[in-house]
């Protein structure tokens, strides 16, 4: 089924347009059925269930920057894995240097490559402060976890409790 609600609204949370495989063909219009849109101005957290555990490498966010149309890159990223959902360790962060802002249309990629495989069932990409254009995130390992599977509670990774709106609610 095609998705029709590109638009200059923001995309529902529920579109599974982030995790389909599909890169945008086009960085010259950001109103297509790939990019996801969010208006920014504030911290933006995606949550991906990978519904078991399985053994993660790396972690790339796609995405757009058009400085002539007001769409930069995030000013900070931080990526977090977890196993419980519960408890999450930051695996990767980085800051935007405003010295290499595009100002045509630009694929940015990240990729953050992990010293080794981690048992994680959970991703969380959390981006602050721009309007952004999104499309693809991934999260690349295996299913299976081995005995060479390190585990997030014996990584020297920052830990967070994150509890959502319906949690805290409870």
Known sequence: KKDDS?????????SPR???????????????????????GGAMDFFYDIG??????????????YKDWGIARPEDVSVFLSDDGKTWYRVAMETRNNDEIN????RINYEYKLDKAYAARFVRFRMEGAMMFIDEFEAIG??????K???LADSEFCTSIFHTNRESAE
């Open 18 to 40: 982030l995790t389909d495989g599909k890169l945008s063909p086009t960085v010259e219009s950001c109103y297509n059925e790939h990019w996801f849109y969010s208006p920014g």
């Open 103 to 106: 100002k045509k249309g630009t």
């Open 142 to 147: 295996t299913k299976k976890v081995t005995n």
């Open 52 to 65: 078991y555990l399985s053994s993660v490498e790396t972690l790339t966010i796609s995405l757009l920057e």
């Open 6 to 14: 590109y638009s200059n609204v923001p995309t529902d949370p529920s």
């Open 149 to 151: 599977t390190a585990r």
